[in-house]
């Protein structure tokens, strides 16, 4: 079974699950991922000299309360250890197959698990012979300032309202018992269990790196690293995403200077803005060097230490066909948190309102931009980018639903269109109720079926990735440029149990926000408007 232990009541309950069970089994590995928890292997014997090592993956949703069964482990294990990437990625470290509690051989393997399948990293991961042990305790500690694993979400890419958002909180350090963030911790040890941690983001992280307990058996356990900073994920995410508008700004994903960035959008005064700015932690806004060309709509990423923007449109109004840019520009953040936005090149045809994303494809980061005002007309491409170098642009699929002002996010190595307007008509802009989900890998897209829910129709939304999480947050639901009206609205999408679930609405409709994760998971929404 398994306890949900409430420390704020001092209570717990025995969890029953709505469907699935739980395969009986001890000294498991565990992650965190969001509000999904990974049993990981572990031995489901019940003598100590036929302990059965098993490869079974379960993962409890603590959402929708239910249990499923994951892509197996490439080698059946007990008393590994597990830790979670920035990225959301799940690795596997150690443990052994021997059936005696006793005389346990360690396995010097490493297992990663990447968009829902495992493989097994080169032996030079674990060089040292004899490294792994059974019943060890591991860690992750995030590459901080000198993220280069990240990825970040931007959705639909329209700055506008004043500026590309860059969120930075970040600073996760190592947390060794209870989840930290910005800390060391140390935690209490726990026997023989695996231990869980809360969720947190604060970055790209696809959602978002759990920190757990540090746990140790007699033989393994598992500890999942500390949140992650500063990384943009697609996985994780999170990951601060695009968001357009009137008076909406581009999101990109938290940063770690515990800040959050924002440029560009449109201004009070109604016309486009250049500048760039931070918030930090105590509400100090801070403006910084300017932008060479005033841009709303642009899409905006966090990537390598480094903030991104890409296309925009130098038109104040939204959903109009003119004024997309070839613009891409980035900034390296300093300890200082300073910036300074220089050239990284151009993107062919001009693009706004649209999405922008980091994500790999068999093994290389690859920039995509997703759907949106491309060259005047609306898309349903998904163009592909090499990066750092070249640009050189491939377009890799055109999808069913041509749409701009999107919410695109990116959960693992699957990037998510969802909403929109299809049209550039100003009395009948065409409302989008679908998600489609890109695989990278494949070149292949399929529009989402969902198992309970459906989305609203919405268009200009802000977005935030949690785990496997996608959060749809306000939006205009109107469908004409008179009449836009912004919602409150909340939903949320949870990518492995492929439902749509209404999640707390916000205290003001807007349209044209930007959202963006901190690393405690917290969302932080800012800017839009709730103009007609």
């Known amino acids: 079974n398994c306890e949900k232990i409430d420390v704020n009541t001092s209570t717990y309950s025995t ?4 469907s699935g069970s739980l395969t009986a089994r001890a000294y498991a590995a565990s992650a965190v991922v969001g509000s999904l928890i990974y049993i990981i292997g572990g031995a489901t014997g019940v003598t100590t000299t036929a302990m059965a090592a098993t490869a079974s993956v379960q993962v409890i949703d603590t959402v929708a309360n239910t249990v499923v069964n994951g892509p197996s482990l490439k080698m059946a ?7 979670v990437a920035e990225n959301g990625d799940i690795i596997v470290l150690g443990g052994t197959s021997n059936g005696s509690a006793s005389a346990s051989v360690p396995l010097q393997t490493v297992e990663r698990l990447s968009n829902g399948v495992w493989t097994v990293l080169p032996t030079a991961f674990g060089a040292n012979t004899g490294s792994f042990s059974v019943g060890m305790t591991a ?4 590459a901080m300032a000198v993220s280069t694993t990240a990825f970040v979400t931007t959705s639909t890419g329209t700055t506008s309202t004043g500026t590309t958002s860059t969120g930075t909180t970040s600073s996760g350090t190592t947390s060794t018992g209870t989840s930290s963030t910005g800390t060391s911790s140390t935690g209490t040890t726990s026997t023989g269990t695996s231990s ?11 959602g978002t790196t759990s920190t757990g307990t540090t746990s140790t058996g007699t033989t393994g356990t ?11 994920s697609t996985g994780t995410t999170s990951t ?3 968001s357009i508008g009137t008076s909406g700004t581009t999101g990109i994903a938290p940063l770690p200077t515990g800040r959050i960035y924002f440029a560009g959008g449109t201004s009070f005064a109604g016309g486009v803005s250049a500048n760039t700015y931070y918030a930090d932690a105590s509400g100090n806004v801070v403006q910084l060097g300017s932008l060479t060309t005033a841009l709303r709509g642009s899409s ?3 990537y390598d230490n480094t903030l991104h923007l890409f296309g925009g449109s130098t038109t104040p109004s939204v959903a109009v066909n003119t004024g997309a840019q070839t613009a891409y520009y980035k900034a390296l953040v300093n300890t200082t948190g300073s910036v300074s936005w220089t050239s990284g090149g151009t993107i062919t045809s001009g693009r706004a309102d649209h999405g922008g994303v980091f994500a790999r494809r068999s093994g290389t980061t690859y920039l995509y931009l997703v759907h949106g005002n491309y060259g005047g007309t609306v898309t349903a491409k998904v163009t592909e980018y090499t990066w750092p170098s070249g640009m050189a642009k491939n377009e890799l699929l055109t999808s069913s639903s041509a749409r701009y002002g999107s919410v695109t996010a990116v959960v693992g190595n699957m990037i998510y269109a969802c909403g929109g307007y299809s049209t550039f008509t100003a009395t009948a802009l065409g409302l989008v109720n679908n998600c489609e989900k890109i695989d990278v890998n494949t070149s292949t897209y399929s529009t989402m079926s969902f198992t309970s829910g459906s989305l609203t129709a919405r268009a200009y939304a802000a977005s935030a990735v949690v785990g496997s999480l996608i959060y749809i947050i306000g939006g205009a639901t109107g469908a004409t440029t008179t009449a836009m009206a912004a919602t409150a609205s909340v939903q949320v999408i949870d990518t492995v149990a492929n439902t749509v679930v209404n999640g707390p609405s916000l205290k003001m409709a807007r349209w044209g926000a930007s959202a963006v994760v901190a690393e405690n998971g917290d969302i932080i929404v800012l800017g839009g408007t709730s103009n007609g």
């Open 196 to 206: 869980t941690g809360t969720s947190s983001t604060g970055t790209t992280s696809t």
């Open 15 to 18: 969890m029953s699950f709505t």
């Open 77 to 83: 294990r007990w008393g590994a250890s597990a830790v």
């Open 300 to 302: 905006g990423a966090f």
């Open 240 to 242: 601060g995403t695009t």
């Open 139 to 142: 860690y992750y500690v995030p």
């Open 222 to 232: 598992t500890s999942t690293g500390t949140t992650s900073s500063g990384t943009t």
